[in-house]
Each structure stands twice: as structure tokens, then as C-alpha cells.
């Protein structure tokens, strides 16, 4: 009998412990939640990066190799460092500056890594439940939500940079180029890895989730996104065997793709473009629009003003249509809740020099106009979208001070045609460091 009971207490022990790992283990099956979902509100153009991030209370800005948080409701923007006796960036001395929690060291910790400013996850922040967090070369930090710590908590490897990068529902993303020598002839690949940032972060538990085939020679390999339970991510690469001639056949050689990983299946599958014409005729923009997939087509041999259609797809990729006929291809595109936010910002930046402007139309799920403004461009070069918290925050930089703007979503959407000129609430003044190159 006591054996029996033995048993039965074993059993009832570990119901329980299984139990308990259930209440604890974090589930990620539903809506939208920017605590642990990449925020996708934010505009993902070349121009803008990753530089702004919400925790709902407020932005942190990444602004020269530093990283501040700008309060929402105070109008306070502080570097994201609260050490006595640190001067932030207004530290002179460029040794002490390294002790700043705010500060990214580039160039000072890349472990081995080439830090290429133009080519590396340095460009990028993310918030991520309470901490933010960015890449230095081939390593990860983390810095606390009040700036009181900073760590690093992962290196992908010896000499490896990472590119494109995000983190979301519990897992870092991160995109490598993995260099091959043939002769004379130097050759790369793509890799896309993962590894769970809620358990060991050691490189060995890292698992690939793409990489690109052997014969191929990797030219780009970014634009990671993150939607609930699908990853997105795009890839360029020609044949090892092309040869270089002019700058139409290198165009006109590379096969590109937009791919789609599901987390929860582990399945990887391919996008296929709407009504492709060439081969130069690819996804350039994706979109999440609550239940539809939003696309946007790019055609390099086309100018910037070559219009076409926004499609709209399932998740499934099983039900495409056009969401709205055609559009200048190079019109950003970004949405929020249940709008859909276009500019052409690009278009105004690359074509005029002279411009200080870009016109923005808000379209609600449906594709109908719901408001119009223009708005100045700043030094920014480009509309940067809202934050989850429905604000959008810009940085203008002068010569002896930075001042940061702020517009809401909730004015803008009830324009018509409005200029907006966005209010300056900070302005951080540095007076005689205005000749320091960061």
C-alpha cells in the first residue's frame, strides 16, 4: 500500500510541476502586443532604419551613436544612461565616452567584426519587454529600460557581422554573410539564424532557418519582419559564374526573392510577385494590415515614379487581389492599426533638392482616403510612421543642437491637405561640442 501511495504522490507532483510549466510558459498566439511583437508601425525605408521604438510611454531614438528616450508626456529627452557623473554625450573625451550606457561603441567592441556603418545591424534598436537592445559587429546588448545597465548577452561568432536583425516573441532573428575565397574571386552566402532568447544564449543553440544555395553569390539579404507566427525576409543573388559587363546585366542577372517562415511549422516558402512582367519585376515593400499581407512591387530598371498596383494577400498566399491601382513604386508605405499611411518622401528627397516637404495620404483597410497633409522633411529625408502609441517622433539636427518634433496620429488624421509642420517640444544644446564628429 505505501508503494501505491508512493506512486500516486509521484504522479500528483509531477501533474503539478507540468502544470505549473504551462501557467509560466508565455504564449504568443494572439493579438498584436508591442511588450514582446516587433513594432512594424515604423517606417522600414533605408532612410529611416530602426531608429525609433516605443514603450508606449515613449520613444527611444537612436541619434548618433546614441540612444535616448523621449517622454510622451513630460516633452523630456535624456540619453538612456542614468550613471552619476556621466556626461552622456557631452563627454569630450572619447575613452570615458565608452562608459556611457547610451552610447553604441562603434567601432571600439566589435569583436573581431568589420563594422560596416551602411551594412550592419548597428543601424538598428529594438525595445523588447523592458530592455533595448542592438548589435556592436557580431554582438548583442541589451541596455535597461531606465539606462541603469547595459550587457552583452550574445556574439554571434569570431569575425561575423550581422545585418538585418529583429527580435520577436521570445527569439532573435539576425541575418550573416558568410565569405568563401576562390582564387582571386570572393564569394558569400546568406544565412538567417535564430536562437531563443529565453534560454541559453551560446551560439551552439543558435538553428539556421535559411541559407542560400552554394553556386549562388549572395548580393543582399535583409528587410526581416515579423507578423504573429510568420517571418519575412528578402534575398538577391546572381551566379557565381556571372560576369560583370555593365550595370543592366548585373540588374538583370540577380534572382530576388521575398520569402515567408512559419514559426510555428518551420515551414519556408516563397512569395510569389502579383502579375510579374521580368525578372527585374520584384516584391520591394511588405506590409501588415491586421489580416492582409500588403505588397508593393519594385522594378529597378523603372524610375522612381513607374507606378504599380498595392496588393493585398492572406497569409495563406492563396488569395491575392489589387488593394489599390497603381502608385509611384517608390512611395513608402507603412501601416498603423487599421490604416495605411503613403508618402513620397524618396521621391521628393532623390529628385528635388531644393524640397523640405513630402505629401502623406492615410487610406483606412478598405483603400479609402481618410485624410491628406504635407509635411516637412526636416533633416530626416523621410516620414518615419507612428509607434504603436500613436505618436511619431523626428530629431532635427543643427549645428549647435538637436530639437525633437512630435506629431500624433489622431491630428493628422483629420486633415485635408494641411501643412504640418511638426512642433518642436525638446531641443538639446550642445553648445561648443557642435564640431565634435560623433
Known amino acids: 500500500m505505501k508503494i501505491k501511495r508512493i506512486k500516486v504522490l509521484v504522479i500528483i507532483m509531477l501533474m503539478a510541476i507540468s502544470i505549473m510549466g504551462c501557467d509560466n510558459a508565455k504564449d504568443y498566439s494572439g493579438e498584436y502586443n508591442f511588450e514582446t511583437d516587433d513594432q512594424y508601425s515604423y517606417a522600414t525605408s533605408i532612410v529611416s532604419w530602426k531608429k525609433y521604438q516605443s514603450d508606449g510611454n515613449g520613444q527611444y531614438i537612436l541619434m548618433n551613436d546614441y540612444i535616448y528616450y523621449y517622454n510622451n508626456e513630460t516633452k523630456q529627452m535624456n540619453p538612456l544612461c542614468s550613471k552619476a557623473n556621466c556626461l552622456h554625450d557631452m563627454e569630450n573625451d572619447?575613452?570615458?565616452?565608452?562608459?556611457?550606457?547610451?552610447?553604441?561603441?562603434?567601432?571600439?567592441?566589435?569583436?573581431?567584426?568589420?563594422?560596416?556603418?551602411?551594412?550592419?545591424?548597428?543601424?538598428?534598436?529594438?525595445?523588447?519587454?523592458?530592455?533595448?537592445?542592438?548589435?556592436?559587429?557580431?554582438?548583442?546588448?541589451?541596455?535597461?529600460?531606465?539606462?541603469?545597465?547595459?550587457?552583452?548577452?550574445?556574439?554571434?561568432?569570431?569575425?561575423?557581422?550581422?545585418?538585418?536583425?529583429?527580435?520577436?516573441?521570445?527569439?532573435?532573428?539576425?541575418?550573416?554573410?558568410?565569405?568563401?575565397?576562390?582564387?582571386?574571386?570572393?564569394?558569400?552566402?546568406?544565412?538567417?539564424?535564430?536562437?531563443?532568447?529565453?534560454?541559453?544564449?551560446?551560439?551552439?543553440?543558435?538553428?539556421?532557418?535559411?541559407?542560400?544555395?552554394?553556386?549562388?553569390?549572395?548580393?543582399?539579404?535583409?528587410?526581416?519582419?515579423?507578423?504573429?507566427?510568420?517571418?519575412?525576409?528578402?534575398?538577391?543573388?546572381?551566379?557565381?559564374?556571372?560576369?560583370?559587363?555593365?550595370?543592366?546585366?548585373?540588374?538583370?542577372?540577380?534572382?530576388s526573392n521575398y520569402y515567408m517562415y512559419d514559426v510555428d511549422s518551420n515551414q519556408l516558402s516563397v512569395i510569389d510577385v502579383p502579375d510579374k512582367k521580368s525578372n527585374t519585376d520584384n516584391i520591394g515593400t511588405i506590409v501588415f494590415l491586421k489580416d492582409k499581407l500588403l505588397i508593393k512591387k519594385y522594378d529597378d530598371m523603372q524610375d522612381l515614379q513607374y507606378e504599380t498596383p498595392i496588393y493585398a494577400m492572406n497569409y495563406d498566399t492563396k488569395d491575392i487581389s489589387v488593394w489599390m491601382d497603381g502608385i509611384p513604386q517608390d512611395s513608402g508605405i507603412m501601416t498603423y492599426d487599421d490604416y495605411v499611411i503613403i508618402d513620397d518622401a524618396d521621391i521628393q528627397f532623390f529628385n528635388n533638392d531644393n524640397t523640405d516637404s513630402c505629401n502623406v495620404k492615410i487610406y483606412s483597410s478598405d483603400a479609402k482616403q481618410v485624410s491628406d497633409f504635407e509635411y516637412e522633411l526636416n533633416s530626416v529625408g523621410t516620414f518615419a510612421g507612428f509607434g504603436p502609441d500613436g505618436v511619431s517622433v523626428d530629431v532635427i539636427q543643427n549645428d549647435t543642437s538637436w530639437s525633437v518634433c512630435e506629431i500624433k496620429f489622431d491630428d493628422v488624421k483629420k486633415c485635408n491637405g494641411d501643412k504640418i509642420t511638426p512642433k518642436i517640444v525638446n531641443v538639446r544644446d550642445f553648445g561648443e561640442l557642435n564640431n565634435i564628429v560623433w
Open 94 to 255: 572619447k575613452e570615458r565616452r565608452g562608459d556611457c550606457n547610451a552610447y553604441l561603441n562603434r567601432g571600439g567592441d566589435t569583436d573581431g567584426a568589420s563594422v560596416d556603418v551602411e551594412d550592419s545591424g548597428y543601424k538598428y534598436i529594438q525595445y523588447y519587454e523592458g530592455k533595448v537592445y542592438y548589435f556592436m559587429g557580431s554582438s548583442l546588448y541589451s541596455v535597461s529600460k531606465d539606462g541603469s545597465s547595459k550587457k552583452k548577452i550574445y556574439m554571434v561568432g569570431d569575425g561575423k557581422e550581422v545585418g538585418s536583425w529583429l527580435i520577436h516573441r521570445g527569439k532573435l532573428y539576425y541575418g550573416l554573410k558568410e565569405y568563401t575565397y576562390e582564387g582571386e574571386n570572393v564569394y558569400s552566402k546568406g544565412i538567417i539564424s535564430m536562437i531563443n532568447l529565453e534560454k541559453s544564449m551560446d551560439e551552439k543553440n543558435s538553428k539556421v532557418i535559411f541559407e542560400t544555395e552554394d553556386e549562388l553569390n549572395l548580393k543582399s539579404l535583409g528587410n526581416i519582419q515579423a507578423y504573429k507566427n510568420k517571418l519575412f525576409f528578402s534575398v538577391s543573388c546572381n551566379s557565381k559564374d556571372f560576369t560583370m559587363t555593365d550595370n543592366e546585366s548585373w540588374i538583370e542577372s540577380l534572382e
